[in-house]
C-alpha cells in the first residue's frame, strides 16, 4: 500500500460511493502493522500483531479519527457549523472532535459526565480548554435532561448532534473501511489473517464498523469487542444496529454494495473486563499496560486498550500460537506538553475544576 492514502479504500473498491458519501482527509492512513516480538515471545504467542491506529493522525491519533473523517463530513454537508456531542470527562472523543474540527471550522459543544479523575482526565480537560471546547457538565442523567430543555430545540437544529464516541452511522463508515485496510495488508502478506481481531467496546461503532467491514471485505477474521462501558451504551443490540446501519447507508449510495444483515449472535463481546465501571483502572488492565510498557514501549491506557488488551492475554493462554490482532485504539501524539502548563479555569465548569491535577 503507498505510504498514506488520498481517499478511503471503500472508495476504490465501491467507486459509486464517492461523491455520495461525504468525507474529508484527516488522517495518516493506512496505520502500520507489527509483530509484537518481545511480548509474544515472553508469552509464548508467536502471531500477536498490533495495528498503530495510535498514530492515526498528525494532530491527535486513536480510534476517532476514522470515524471523524466521515462524520464531521457529513455534518459540513448538512451546513452545520456546530458539532454537539457527549462523553465522560476525559473523553477523547470530544477533544478529538474540537481538534479536527477546528481545522474545518466546526466548533464544538460537549456535555460531559462525571468519570474517576487522573492524569488523563486532566490533560484531556486542559486540553478543552485550550482548543475551545464548550463545556457544560452533567452529573447525571436528570442533569443532562435539564440541560437539554434548558438549550430546547434550537442548538439541536442548528447543530451536528454526534453520539459518544463518534459512534452514528456515518461515524462507523471509518472502521469500515479499517476492515478493507486490514485485508489489503493481509493481501500485502504484512500478516497473516488473524483468526481474532481485539477492540475496546466503548460506545460500539468501532466494532461495529469492523464487524460490517470484515464481512463485506471477505475477511474471515472474529471481531472480538472488549466491553469498558455500561451496558446500556454498549450491547449485541447496539453494536448490531450500528452494523446495519452503516450497510444500509453504503447501499444507498451505491447499490453495488453486497447486502449484508448482522444479528445479536453475530456479535462476540466480552463483558468480563469492566471492572467497577467506566474510567475505572482494574488489576488486570494495569498489568497488561505495564507487559506492553516494558516488551515493546507502546502505551496503552486504563479505561479502554489497556482492558482490552487484557482480555486478549487471557484468551490467548488457550490458544497461544492463534494469528491475533489488537488494535490499539489510544492516542500516542503528544499534544500536551504544549499546553499551557496551568489550566484557563474560565470555560471550565466548576465540578469538573476538581478533576484538574497539575502534572
Not at 21 to 28: A, D, I, M, R, S
Not at 177 to 182: L, S
Request: glycine content about 10%; overall charge positive; charged content about 20%.
Amino acid at each position: 500500500m503507498s505510504k498514506f492514502r488520498e481517499k478511503p479504500v471503500l472508495f476504490e473498491i465501491f467507486p459509486g460511493l464517492e461523491g455520495n458519501v461525504p468525507w474529508v482527509k484527516l488522517g495518516n492512513f493506512p496505520t502500520p502493522l507489527r509483530r509484537l516480538k518481545k511480548l509474544g515471545k515472553s508469552i509464548g504467542a508467536p502471531a500477536l500483531y498490533i495495528k498503530r491506529d495510535d498514530r492515526s493522525g498528525a494532530l491527535y491519533g486513536g480510534n476517532k479519527i476514522r470515524k471523524l473523517e466521515f462524520s464531521l463530513a457529513h455534518a459540513l454537508a448538512q451546513g452545520k457549523k456546530t458539532v454537539v456531542t457527549f462523553g465522560g470527562a476525559g473523553s477523547n472523543h470530544v477533544l478529538a472532535t474540537t481538534i479536527y474540527g477546528n481545522t474545518l471550522g466546526l466548533k464544538t459543544a460537549a456535555f460531559l459526565t462525571w468519570q474517576p479523575p487522573s492524569t488523563f482526565v486532566s490533560r484531556n480537560i486542559r486540553g478543552y480548554s485550550h482548543y475551545g471546547t464548550k463545556m457544560y457538565y452533567a452529573k447525571d442523567a436528570a442533569s443532562l435532561s435539564a440541560h437539554l430543555i434548558n438549550f430546547g430545540r434550537n442548538m439541536f437544529r442548528s447543530g451536528y448532534l454526534l453520539p459518544p464516541g463518534g459512534s452514528n452511522a456515518h461515524g462507523t463508515l471509518g472502521y469500515v473501511d479499517a476492515a478493507f485496510e486490514i485485508k489489503r495488508q493481509v493481501e500485502e502478506k504484512e500478516i497473516p489473517e488473524p483468526e481474532r481481531i481485539y477492540v475496546a467496546a466503548g460506545s460500539g461503532g468501532t466494532m461495529a464498523g469492523l464487524l460490517a467491514g470484515a464481512r463485506l471485505a471477505g475477511l474471515s477474521s472474529k471481531i472480538v469487542g472488549v466491553r469498558v462501558s455500561e451496558k446500556w451504551l454498549i450491547n449485541q443490540i447496539t453494536v448490531s444496529a450500528l452494523a446495519n446501519a452503516a450497510v444500509r447507508l453504503l447501499r444507498r449510495a451505491d447499490p453495488s454494495v453486497p447486502e449484508a444483515v448482522f444479528r445479536t449472535e453475530d456479535v462476540i463481546l466480552n463483558h468480563d473486563y469492566l471492572g467497577q465501571g467506566y474510567g475505572f483502572f482494574t488489576s488486570e488492565g494495569r498489568r497488561a499496560m505495564k507487559l506492553m510498557e516494558k516488551r515493546e514501549g507502546i502505551h496503552i491506557e486504563g479505561t479502554y486498550t489497556a482492558k482490552c488488551f487484557a482480555a486478549l492475554l487471557d484468551d490467548l493462554k488457550r490458544k497461544p500460537k492463534t494469528p491475533t490482532l489488537f488494535i490499539n485504539t489510544y492516542n500516542s501524539v503528544d499534544i500536551y506538553s504544549s499546553l499551557p502548563e496551568h489550566c484557563d479555569f474560565a470555560p471550565v465548569p466548576e465540578p469538573m475544576r476538581k478533576m484538574v491535577l497539575e502534572d
